[in-house]
């Protein structure tokens, strides 16, 4: 099923998360005639559910190239598309000592490294002058990244999708559910076959319509997150970078080898073990309209429910207000989002039949990663020979 590299494909992408819209991306700007389908009217999933942060500083080393390639194709297609991004960098916030000397040892860690370019130890003094919402009682100090982005998930998921069909001539399907799938096709619910040369199936966290059997055993967890955003910050107010708290340490793999953290872990979990029941570590980002954007928590498989319990939210919002100062903390909106999380590898990439691959399981890095793990997929295929 496979092609030459200087053949055109026609290629299917099932799915227009973001997973599914970077797949498309990159086979379109290769010259292939891309159809897209989603089974929904409008994108309303996991990808618009999220701060919308592209967040270089929580990947590990062999996830940190292709998030950086992802933050490249990120400002090409916002300056392409016109979709709103901003380059704001990010703080990990300490207002205890345990934090402090975690983020000391991180930095200390990688002076010899590709990221002490892009790394800086701030003093309480210089948090404050980066950033207006850093809470000073107790502030210690923060670890500043050059490298982080803000986008909006929404405006950003529903704009690529009309930018692909005009710029590439995308043929994108909307309320277009795929039912089946098999080498050299795929069936629609209507009942419609449609053949292409290569399907990519992106479908999150539904793991039982398409291929179930290549899921079946495997690490993939279905993950449930509570998140909320104020209204709009009155008077044109910013929080400036991305921040993130103590919490957020224990949370991202690439804090593991920092000998405190250990120490920091364990007084969370005896001073606050809620926050470990609901897997709450808290981050704010802020919007091209003001609004900040809040979270989060992470409750896995058998725990999900349907229901959001408020809880969660009291408990983001308590910890919240121990780093963060903000104009106003109304709420325009509260919700949740649920996504598949592989346990196994940076994402689950399967090719279980010739010419029909998946990639689902990026987890929280969706939007940090996404495009740069299609990309690293399309460069792979584009080489394959029958």
Request: aromatic content about 8%; overall charge negative.
């Amino acid at each position: 099923m496979h092609q030459n590299k200087a053949q055109k494909e026609r290629v299917a992408v099932v799915g227009a998360g973001i997973v599914g819209l970077a797949h498309a991306w990159s086979a379109a700007e290769r010259g292939h005639s891309v159809t897209l389908f989603e089974r929904s009217p409008i994108a309303s999933g996991a990808s618009i559910r999220n701060f919308g942060m592209v967040w270089v500083i929580g990947q590990k080393d062999e996830a940190q190239p292709l998030a950086l390639m992802a933050r490249e194709r990120w400002l090409r297609v916002a300056n392409q598309a016109g979709v709103w991004i901003l380059p704001c960098g990010s703080i990990h916030l300490a207002h205890r000592e345990d934090e402090w000397q975690v983020l000391q040892e991180f930095y200390e860690s990688h002076r010899s490294s590709e990221r002490s370019k892009w790394l800086e130890l701030l003093s309480r003094e210089q948090v404050m002058q980066r950033t207006p919402a850093a809470n000073p009682n107790g502030l210690l100090g923060g670890l500043w990244s050059s490298t982080e982005c803000c986008i909006d998930p929404t405006s950003a998921v529903r704009a690529i999708p009309p930018w692909l069909h005009s710029h590439y001539a995308v043929d994108v399907r909307y309320s277009t559910a795929v039912v089946h799938v098999e080498p050299g096709q795929l069936r629609t619910a209507d009942g419609n076959r449609h053949s292409f040369d290569r399907i990519v199936i992106c479908s999150g966290d539904d793991l039982a319509t398409l291929k179930p059997e290549v899921y079946r055993d495997q690490t993939i967890r279905r993950c449930k997150l509570h998140m909320m955003r104020t209204i709009s910050q009155p008077d044109g107010w910013r929080i400036g970078p991305h921040l993130a708290s103590g919490l957020t340490l224990r949370h991202y793999p690439n804090f593991q080898h920092c000998p405190t953290l250990t120490k920091l872990s364990e007084r969370i979990a005896h001073e606050t073990p809620e926050l470990n029941r609901f897997g709450i570590h808290v981050m704010a980002s802020q919007n091209h309209l003001g609004q900040v954007v809040l979270g989060d928590s992470h409750q896995y498989d058998d725990e999900i429910e349907p229901f959001d319990e408020a809880e969660v939210d009291q408990l983001i919002l308590r910890e919240l207000h121990k780093i963060l100062t903000l104009p106003t903390w109304e709420m325009q909106s509260h919700w949740h989002g649920i996504y598949a999380k592989y346990t196994g590898d940076i994402a689950f990439e399967r090719e279980p039949e010739p010419g029909v691959h998946v990639c689902t399981g990026i987890g929280g890095n969706g939007m940090t990663l996404s495009l740069g793990i299609a990309e690293r997929a399309w460069k792979r295929w584009e080489g394959a020979t029958e």
